[in-house]
Structure formats: structure tokens, C-alpha cells
């Protein structure tokens, strides 16, 4: 049961934050601005062309050293592979309800995870290098935050490490709320959020009271609100929030709201077959073997 519990956390994939640029000061900064370099390497991040994410990522944090976020779009990098590779980014996992609650089965790449981790230690190093000049720096907080929730994704999904996935989730969206307290309408903050909230609020009554004793709670329908805000405002996660209200709308019955966002994605990132396959399932059509995955 308690293991149940713990796995229904599992999916708050990149938990993160990010928002706009408060103040002069921050202006310039990566996580709160567009920087094209960034853009593109996240387009082919979710466009599953991970190699060539990962070199955009690698040479922009090569001219960037001191800046935490290129060390997590890195990790972000071997992470999505992972999930995609698992099958995780797919109506077949969302609408399997062993699988959703229990995450992959077998074991995840070692070296993959690897190098995920040796990224997400590296980030964080300079995560806490920037605090301890500016207890309150912006993109400190931004790279702890999608650190913690790649991380507990990880743990619950592909390791099965719940009680760790468990501390990781609490950790990245009390660093969400923080962001959220300065900046309100840090849209991408609500990945981490709305993603928590479907996935627990998916829990059985009994199981959502057993989890309110450690301060988590659950609400389906207020968490693919908050994805909507994601895709309204955000800026690197908007298509990630995209995929997994897409999703959640599947497993929720709410089929034109699915149909309306894979087709978006599906015009959106034409050289990949997963949006395209899923798309066609949402619209009940077959699914041509070349959209195979």
C-alpha cells in the first residue's frame, strides 16, 4: 500500500520552475529569459533528437560555466531519453493504471543514469556557489527546483526508490512555492505543481489521507489547471506541460482537449513520431508504421 502510495508521485517529470525576469539584476539570466541557443536545444530535446540537444546544451554551457542551468539541461537531457526510451511519454503508460502507479518495468540505463546524475551534482554545486552570495538568487533557485523534481522522477519511475522520489518531490515544489511567492505568475512553476496534484489526486480517498500526514495533497482537477498555465505562459516547459495535460486529459476522458494539444505538438515538432502516434490514438485512427516510435 505504502508503496502504491509513493509511486503515484512518480510522474512530476522535471519538476521545475522558471519565470520571467523580476528585475534588472536578473534580466540577462538564462532561466528567466529566452536565449535562442537554449530554445533550440530544447526543440530538439522534445522533438526526441537527444544527441543533438545534448550538444547544443554542452557547447552553451561551455561559454556559460558559472550558470547552474546549463548543467540541468543537460541532465534534462539524458532524463527525457530515458522516459521516452521506457515508454513513459505515451497513452499506453498514462492509461495503464498498473504502470502508472508503479512505474517502469525492469531497469533503466546505467550509464544513462549516470551521466543524468553527474549533471544533476554538478548543478547543484553551483546552485549553492550562487546562495552563498545571494541567499534569495534567482536561478539558484530555479536549477534546485527542476534538480529536485528530475530527480524524483527518476527515483520513483526508473529506480523505484520511493521514499527518496517522495523527499525530492516535497523539496522541488517547496522551492516552486518560493519562486511563486516573489514572482506569481512564474508560469512554468506549475509543471511541478499541477503534475503532483493530478498524480496524487489520481489516488484513491484513503490513499490521499495517508499522504496529507506528510504534507502532500491532491487535486486533479485544480492540477491540469495548472499545466494550462504552463502552456499559457511558459517559456522552455511549455511543451512539456503540453504532453503531460495531453495525457492526463486521455486517462480524464476529456479527448478534444487531448486531440487539440498532440495535434499541436504533432505541427509543432513534425520530425518526431511520438505526437504524431499519440495524436492518432486520441483521434481512434491507426497509427501508420512510419509514426511508430
Known amino acids: 500500500m505504502r508503496r502504491r502510495i509513493l509511486s503515484a508521485a512518480s510522474l512530476v517529470l522535471f519538476a521545475a520552475a522558471a519565470c520571467p525576469a523580476r528585475s534588472d539584476e536578473i534580466a540577462k539570466t538564462p532561466a528567466f529569459t529566452t536565449v535562442a541557443e537554449l530554445s533550440s536545444g530544447f526543440h530538439s530535446l522534445y522533438a526526441q533528437n537527444f544527441s543533438e540537444a545534448r550538444e547544443k546544451f554542452d557547447t552553451w554551457e561551455s561559454q556559460h560555466p558559472e550558470e547552474p542551468f546549463g548543467q540541468v539541461a543537460i541532465a534534462a537531457s539524458y532524463l527525457f531519453e530515458e522516459l521516452y526510451r521506457q515508454g513513459v511519454l505515451s497513452s499506453d503508460f498514462f492509461l495503464n493504471e498498473k504502470r502508472f502507479l508503479h512505474g517502469i518495468e525492469g531497469k533503466p540505463d546505467a550509464e544513462r543514469m549516470k551521466s543524468f546524475q553527474d549533471a544533476l551534482d554538478r548543478a547543484r554545486k553551483l546552485a549553492k556557489?550562487?546562495?552563498?552570495?545571494?541567499?534569495?538568487d534567482p536561478e539558484a533557485f530555479f536549477a534546485l527546483t527542476l534538480a529536485a523534481g528530475m530527480e524524483s522522477n527518476a527515483d520513483m519511475m526508473l529506480k523505484k526508490q520511493h521514499l527518496e522520489s517522495l523527499k525530492r518531490l516535497k523539496e522541488g515544489?517547496?522551492?516552486?512555492?518560493?519562486?511563486?511567492?516573489?514572482?506569481?505568475?512564474?508560469?512554468?512553476?506549475?509543471?511541478?505543481?499541477?503534475?503532483?496534484?493530478?498524480?496524487?489526486?489520481?489516488?484513491?480517498?484513503?490513499?490521499?489521507?495517508?499522504l496529507r500526514f506528510g504534507g502532500i495533497h491532491g487535486d486533479k482537477?485544480?492540477?491540469?489547471?495548472q499545466l494550462g498555465k504552463t502552456i499559457d505562459g511558459g517559456r522552455y516547459l511549455q511543451p512539456f506541460a503540453k504532453i503531460l495535460l495531453a495525457l492526463a486529459s486521455r486517462r480524464e476522458k476529456?479527448?478534444?482537449?487531448?486531440?487539440?494539444?498532440?495535434?499541436e505538438l504533432s505541427e509543432e515538432f513534425p520530425e518526431s513520431p511520438l505526437y504524431a502516434a499519440e495524436y492518432a490514438k486520441a483521434m481512434g485512427r491507426p497509427i501508420p508504421a512510419e509514426m511508430h516510435p
Open 129 to 136: 556557489a550562487r546562495l552563498s552570495k545571494n541567499k534569495r
Open 173 to 210: 515544489n517547496e522551492y516552486a512555492k518560493e519562486l511563486l511567492a516573489e514572482q506569481p505568475d512564474a508560469n512554468d512553476a506549475y509543471v511541478a505543481l499541477g503534475s503532483a496534484n493530478y498524480i496524487i489526486g489520481s489516488l484513491s480517498g484513503g490513499a490521499r489521507f495517508f
Open 221 to 225: 482537477k485544480l492540477g491540469m489547471q
Open 254 to 263: 476529456q479527448n478534444p482537449t487531448a486531440q487539440k494539444l498532440l495535434h
